[in-house]
């Protein structure tokens, strides 16, 4: 089966088919060109190394005097001004920049045009029988971005002489829109605004993207119009999800709309964007309790077949596009539904922690009204930066609360997102490896789990790394790091909204963590962990696209000038691939209206009761 996001660690793929390719002929002509950048790295590297011994000179003793400030203080830095002009930016994100380069040259050499690559092992294999460019294709960006113009040269060579999408394959539909329509579709949007790395009239991505995208709208081929959980994208046939039931991941239903939208924006055809559109309709047409959708969701009828609501790789991403849609298009229903779902997000699962009181997003395992489950995955450390984004629609905090429509519920909004990513934080600096777990539980009391009518009390958190190791948890079913980028992403986030540095110094002890604990032994290549309460931690031997393709994007976003891909001027998908905003012409329009809701305690008194059926049962 497809790796998908939804089944991180769990994936199958197709037998690998080792016969040689068209791409097989450059081989020896890339591995020389591999050998002779090798040693244009290693003459940079000496170079700068000489360059961070002088810093070090003059910056070690500001170093020994805040350590023990560091050591327990885990939310602010002091005196930011200085420490931020002490530091060379550009340097770091050079860094970071090294990291991709070490992991493509690894990929490059030993498992060139694979989707999956085992750097330990130095090999690689394929999804489907000739190989669907999972790597490369979500990699197109981050290169360009880093201007890479030679490694970018490679793959896109490699994606017009040999990839096909002319395979009897199937495909997660989810995750082949994120990542490798979206890619494709955000290559070609930055080939229109940096010629010197792409030409403008290059149409290789766009082609390749509308391909692949009519493949893809075979999976909207439901009764009901949510999407099969996968497709083949040589019969061009929807398949239901063999688990399940048969129903779909919410997030596999709603987190495709920024990449049809913007599909049917460049070429004029509104098919896609009607899909989308309609899928939309069909999931909030059922007046879900306090904005939270259930996780799964059956394309023969459209309805939710479960009650359980987490905002992790089920779902989460679903209220990530909801505002995204009204940031990328203008659309004032999609914010509309944004504010619905936050307030519910609010008022049903935000939990203070028993001991540090730090905020955390819980589970509702029986839906609204229900009683909470006290874990939170590291895949909802996107929704601190959603959150920010939502409130300034990507515009500095300073310039937004100059606005006459600044609210006091708009600060509150604020200070929640900063709350959430110090939590998010800490799920980084209770591990004695510095990485966080894939999934963290955290210590409650039980009248914090229980349900409640209104918006629950919480409590002042803690700012101290002693005070929040009482309450966070590291299970070992829950303790492998898959070099996720939700966190640094809302670090990036949160640095250009608010301007705080502590922002950046966090995204880069976090980098440390990643370059100390998860490169290769013999420096070819990162991997994943098993666990990070380990020294040194088992390594999984497996590179994640997304490594490629988001962490190190973020990262490098992150230490780059702040008029560097502005918040207001782009939107990233899920997949950390820019997109452009937009305002819809003709056809292009939201064609629905909401049915009216329920009020608040109608829904609470329709909550209890199906609450207390579940007890009686």
Partial sequence: MWYSRTTRGRSSFADSNDSKTADSIGDDVRRARWST????????LRCRIRNVLMLLGSTVLASLLLAGYFADNALTLPDQTVQSQAIDWNARREEVRDAFVTSWDAYAKYAWGKDVFHPLSKKGENMSPTGLGWIIVDSLDTMMLMDLTEPLAD???????????????????????????????????????????????????????????????????????????????????????????????????????????????????????????????????????????????????????????????QSGSYYDYLIKQYLQTGE???????????????????????????KFIAELPQGVGGRLWPKMDHHVCFLPGTIAMATTEGRTLEEARRDSNWTDSREKDVQLAIELTNTCWGMYAVTVTGLAPEITWFNATEDDLHPIPEERPLRAP?????????????????????????????????????????????????????????????????????????????????????????????LYLLFSPEDYMLLTEVVFNTGAHPFPRFTPQGSLNTSWERVPRSTALERWNMAGKRSHLLKDR
């Fill in 37 to 44: 950048q090798m040693r244009r790295n290693s003459d940079r």
């Fill in 155 to 313: 793959a896109r060579e490699w994606l017009d002489r040999s990839l096909t999408w002319d395979q009897d394959q199937d495909v997660n539909t989810f995750e082949a829109t994120i990542r490798m329509l979206g890619g494709l579709l955000s290559a070609h949007y930055l080939s229109t605004r940096m010629p010197h790395v792409s030409s403008r009239r290059d149409s290789v991505y766009l082609d390749k993207a509308v391909d692949l995208a009519d493949r893809l709208l075979a999976a909207f081929e439901s009764e009901s119009g949510i999407p099969y959980a996968s497709v083949n994208i040589g019969t061009k046939e929807g398949i239901p999800s063999d688990a399940n039931g048969g129903s779909s991941y919410t997030a596999e239903a709603a987190t495709l709309q920024l990449e049809m939208k913007y599909l049917s924006h460049l070429t004029g055809n509104d098919v896609s964007w009607k899909k989308a559109e309609r899928v939309m309709k069909v999931l909030d047409d059922q007046k879900t309790e306090g904005g939270l959708l259930p996780i799964f969701v059956h394309p023969s009828h459209g309805r939710f077949t479960t009650r359980e609501i987490r905002l992790g790789v």
């Fill in 332 to 358: 004032v229903i999609y914010r509309d539904m944004w504010e619905d779902a936050l307030a519910g997000i609010r008022k049903n699962v935000v939990v203070s922690a028993q001991n540090s009181g730090v």
């Fill in 462 to 554: 803690s700012n101290t790394v002693s005070e929040w190791e009482k309450d966070f948890i590291v299970q070992p079913r829950g303790a492998h790091n898959l070099q996720s980028p939700e966190t640094v992403e809302s670090l990036f986030m949160m640095y250009r909204i608010t301007g705080d540095s502590t922002y950046r110094e966090r995204g880069w002890k976090i980098f440390e963590a990643f370059r100390e604990h998860t490169r290769a032994p013999d420096g070819e290549g990162y991997t994943s962990l098993d666990d990070v309460q380990t020294v040194p931690p088992p390594m999984r031997d497996s590179l994640e696209s997304s490594w490629l393709a988001e962490t190190l994007k973020y």
